[in-house]
């Protein structure tokens, strides 16, 4: 009876989540857990080479801020805000099902903004050629970070501003951060296209990290536009965007790292063939003192045990 109740006190916006489905919900944390493993890789990658070379400031500046557009619009979406309201009517698992949407944004943008700290921890002092004018300064790498810090702040602000002084203006303010997200992440991956074209290699760009965001941002896409609708177009198109270029520059990397391996395949075969050269040229010199006839039959020796 008292089920029954409490049933009936749950709002219509409610109902839905009242009755959360298992395989939506296992998916979602399945998804989340792999956004936030997708990331280590580059985390690792950074740390363990403890440089950021090859990672384009553009791209560190247009994933955070695109990341922070995404998060603010899916705090500030009516549907979310919505959800997020049904918590006070709802169980407790029932609210963690329904707002696992936002959870999963949010962790990308946290984890994003880990590798804007790491970009900036690691960032080199002094060019690797002190004469080229294309390489990325210390002094941009700084400007980066306080660009991405403001924009954050801004954003926080006037969202907040929004949801207590101008709530009619909610859906508009929403639907603003997620065009201008989605523009952001639209041109994201273009400046590291083009930094890891010039470079002709990954540098510290991790290639585990793009083999498991590429397919799975169009996962995620999917449970997003299931969970939002057409409503929700400017939450997830953002990821389709992303998940395109993404692929792009996966290809790319696969492509110079495997012309790197089969290059340093190359040199270390001839530099063998080199050793190997040298070594016959010195067995085939003539010999003057004893020590120099005993190498001599050493190395016959040698040569017959093969």
Avoid at 16 to 36: A, E, K, M, T
Avoid at 167 to 192: D, E, K, M, V, Y
Avoid at 278 to 302: I, K, P, Q, W, Y
Wanted: hydrophobic share 45%; with cysteine; aromatic share 10%.
């Amino acid at each position: 009876m008292a089920s029954g109740d409490m049933k009936q006190s749950i709002s219509l916006d409610c109902t839905d989540l009242s009755s959360p489905n298992i395989f939506n919900f296992i998916l979602s944390i399945l998804i989340l857990l792999g956004i936030l493993i997708s990331y280590l890789p580059q985390h690792h990658r950074i740390i363990s080479r403890r440089s950021s070379t090859g990672i384009s400031p553009y791209f560190v500046l247009l994933g955070t801020t695109s990341g922070t557009c995404a998060f603010a619009n899916i705090l500030t979406l009516p549907a979310s805000r919505r959800d997020l309201a049904c918590c006070r009517e709802i169980s407790g698992f029932e609210c963690v099902a329904g707002v696992l949407g936002i959870a999963q944004i949010g962790v990308q943008w946290s984890c994003f903004v880990v590798i804007l700290l790491l970009f900036l921890l690691f960032f080199p002092r002094t060019p690797s050629d002190p004469k080229s004018k294309d390489e990325p300064t210390y002094r941009l790498a700084i400007t980066v970070f306080l660009v991405s810090i403001v924009h954050l702040v801004l954003t926080f602000l006037v969202s907040v501003i929004v949801i207590y002084l101008h709530r009619s203006h909610l859906a508009s303010w929403a639907n603003f951060l997620g065009i201008l997200g989605t523009c952001l992440a639209a041109i994201q991956f273009l400046p590291q296209i083009w930094t890891t074209w010039k470079l002709q290699e990954v540098g510290s760009l991790s290639i585990p990290m793009m083999c498991i965001q590429t397919p799975g941002s169009f996962v995620w896409v999917g449970s997003l536009a299931a969970r939002f609708g057409w409503e929700g177009w400017s939450t997830w198109g953002i990821y389709l965007v992303t998940g395109v270029l993404q692929g792009c520059l996966l290809v790319m990397g696969i492509t110079f790292e495997l012309k790197a391996r089969k290059k340093e395949k190359a040199r270390l075969g001839g530099a063998a063939g080199d050793y190997n050269g040298h070594a016959d040229e010195a067995h085939g010199n003539g010999h003057s003192n004893v020590d120099d006839d005993e190498d001599h039959e050493r190395t016959g020796l040698l040569g017959n045990e093969r």
